[in-house]
């Protein structure tokens, strides 16, 4: 078992099914479309550090130039030694890493703490299908069952960067990246109705 894996509690098996943003929820299946992108669905920028002010001189993209990123957005953050940083939110975890031939992907791969018992995988596909449908940035799926037969569900973002970057777009992809997996995650509990 990875190290970045852990045994939740257990997931959430009660909650009514209710109507949310036009889309009914009846039982364990989502009945209608999707809702079309809407402005406010995009990365927020709210908090967001200064980065204007960095210097934009374009390097390769290292894990050394990556802390000192989720240093200046202040995400704390744990390392195993091999290239992967652990970052945990109350809801969801958020592994950081580089992968590739040449270590020149960054990979940013959420996964909420909550998981989906197997009866419910049917209404866990349409609703991470409905998200990537609706949204921009991470894109979600549905893990290997665990050891305890639940379901882990997952946001990832990926970006090459075999050319380099500059810190300014590094902050800002790592940035994005962070607030888009809450708002994933905030998006499962609430209007997705999974978690």
């Known amino acids: 078992m990875p190290w970045w894996s852990w045994r939740p509690g257990p997931a959430n098996g009660g909650g009514d099914p209710e109507s949310r943003s036009g889309i009914t ?8 479309p999707p809702a079309p992108r809407q402005p ?9 550090p200064q980065i204007a002010d960095i210097p934009a001189t ?45 270590d020149e992907i960054l990979v940013m791969r959420a996964r909420p703490h909550a998981t989906v018992p197997p009866d419910w995988a049917d209404r ?14 991470c894109k979600a799926y549905i893990g290997d069952p665990t050891e305890r037969g ?26 994005c990246g962070a607030a888009v997996a809450t708002s994933f ?9 999974l978690l």
């Open 40 to 48: 406010g669905d995009d990365c927020p920028a709210p908090d967001r």
């Open 58 to 102: 374009v390097e390769p993209v290292t894990l050394g130039r990556v802390c000192d990123a989720l240093d200046l957005l202040d995400v704390r953050y744990l390392a195993d030694g091999d290239g992967n940083l652990l970052a945990m939110w109350e809801r969801h975890a958020v592994l950081v890493t580089l992968e590739g031939p040449e």
């Open 25 to 32: 929820v009846e039982g364990t299946v989502r009945v209608g």
């Open 150 to 175: 639940q379901l882990p569900i997952y946001a990832e973002l990926q970006v090459p960067f075999g050319a380099g970057a500059h810190d300014a777009l590094l902050v800002e992809m790592l940035d």
């Open 185 to 193: 995650v905030d998006w499962l509990h609430d209007e997705g109705a």
């Open 124 to 137: 866990a596909y349409r609703v991470v299908n409905e998200w990537n449908h609706t949204r921009r940035f």
